[in-house]
């Protein structure tokens, strides 16, 4: 990638500060994933690029720089209000709350320094893209054996039809992650109907539901997001007016729930837009870095975008391969 390298909601890939401390998650699971973050380079060497946490004391450092850029990001960045509540849009189905939004800006900084740019460009990985701390242990993943339990709000939809084209969208797509490597996810059909409030997301990992976002067709969330914030949001836009394949679009947002990022951020094609904008807000860009064979332009979490992609969003053999060295191969079903 040539111009702009980025993170996402508080990721940032930065591979040259082991005298760090590493950062602790906002979730529920938290602290049972803390017990399988063991992962170290070995295990996934070769197989995925990482993005690094920082710790407070980097942070801190530039907290007023971050302040000033995340003032201009909120005024310059789509945003769209969901149940109430205001978020910015990165990378096209990426949410980011206004305290995301600051954090993503104190990493921005950070990652601007000449040092961290020399790591960036002497690293050598492949697909898929994963957070790690400092130590390389996996931050953005579910705890090894978690059944990733979730629902499709049913009251959500503008028709039945649309509710049940999810329902076997979802087993679709679930199944595929799950013939890739080891996770587990149990749709659970009883809680469609249950009121929508927050003893629902203490009943299932996420939920599913109709969501006008549009433009945007489609947002998901990341593996240690806050329990009230996990659910997959699907506009009505999906079903008539996108170009994008409908069960291909929910391959794509469980890759985000599994913990990865888009692939297109690694491409070079200039129309492969990723989040310029921050840098044009900086006043200065990423020149000159090169990530040496870290692109995959067919997988599953690269969107359509210039000669690259596709709006069929399947899973490639990369992305098999890079999911099972995060989360193993998968189990006989």
């Not at 380079?41 to 993005?51: A, M, N």
């Amino acid at each position: 990638m040539s111009k702009a390298i980025f993170a996402t909601s508080l990721l940032l890939l930065l591979l040259s500060c082991n005298d760090e401390s590493s950062s602790t998650g906002n979730s529920e699971d938290s602290s049972s994933a803390k017990t399988d973050q063991t992962s170290k380079w070995p295990t996934f060497f070769g197989k995925v690029k990482v993005d690094t946490f920082l710790n407070a004391e980097v942070f801190q450092q530039n907290y007023y720089l971050a302040d000033s850029l995340q003032k201009r990001l909120m005024d310059s960045l789509p945003a769209i209000t969901i149940r109430g509540k205001k978020w910015w849009i990165l990378e096209q189905d990426i949410r980011l709350s206004e305290v995301d939004l600051f954090y993503y800006c104190q990493n921005k900084l950070a990652m601007l320094s000449p040092k961290n740019r020399t790591a960036i460009a002497n690293q050598n990985y492949a697909a898929l893209t994963i957070a790690v701390d400092e130590l390389s242990r996996i931050k953005e993943k579910w705890a090894k054996d978690t059944i990733i339990t979730y629902s499709v709000n049913e009251g959500s939809f503008s028709s039945t039809a649309n509710y049940q084209k999810v329902v076997a969208f979802m087993k679709k797509a679930t199944e595929e992650w799950m013939d890739a490597c080891d996770v587990q996810f149990k749709y659970m059909p009883e809680f469609d109907s249950h009121e929508d409030n927050a003893d629902l997301l203490r009943q299932v990992k996420f939920v599913v539901q109709e969501q006008r976002v549009s433009p945007y067709v489609a947002t998901a969330f990341y593996p240690l997001d806050p329990p009230k914030e996990r659910r997959i949001y699907l506009d009505p836009l999906l079903y008539y007016g996108s170009q994008y394949d409908p069960l291909g679009t929910l391959r794509h947002e469980l890759g985000h729930v599994l913990g990865f990022r888009h692939e297109s951020i690694w491409s070079r094609d200039a129309l492969c837009r990723g989040e310029e904008v921050i840098l044009d807000r900086l006043g200065g860009r990423l020149d000159g870095i090169l990530i040496r064979n870290t692109y995959d332009s067919k997988s599953v979490m690269h969107y359509k975008c210039g000669a690259s992609g596709s709006y069929l969003l399947e899973i490639s053999p990369t992305d098999k391969s890079s999911a099972a060295a995060v989360y193993g191969p998968p189990r006989q079903r």
